[in-house]
């Protein structure tokens, strides 16, 4: 899951190599915190969050796959 958003996030900014991703495990939920460049944050988040949002349904739509759940943290 932290691949996919990580291909995801590469393609949407200008400053791919700024792309970091992180998951952090629970026992119940995995957390994916994703930082990119201050100057890509509007880029990831789009116009009224549309873009954060689909990022969000393909994580829970992969995550429901694999009978986990998992949450997407977008980091400034």
Do not use: C, F, W, Y
Request: aromatic share 0%; proline share 1%; no cysteine.
């Amino acid at each position: 899951m932290r691949e996919l958003i990580e291909v995801i996030a590469k393609a949407l900014v200008d400053n791919p190599d700024e792309v970091k991703v992180l998951e952090v495990e629970g026992e119940v939920t995995s957390v994916i915190e994703l930082r990119v460049a201050k100057s890509d944050l509007g880029k990831v988040i789009g116009k009224e969050g549309r873009t954060a949002r689909a990022m969000r349904t393909l994580l829970t739509a992969a995550s429901t796959k694999l009978k986990k759940r998992a949450v997407l943290e977008i980091i400034e």
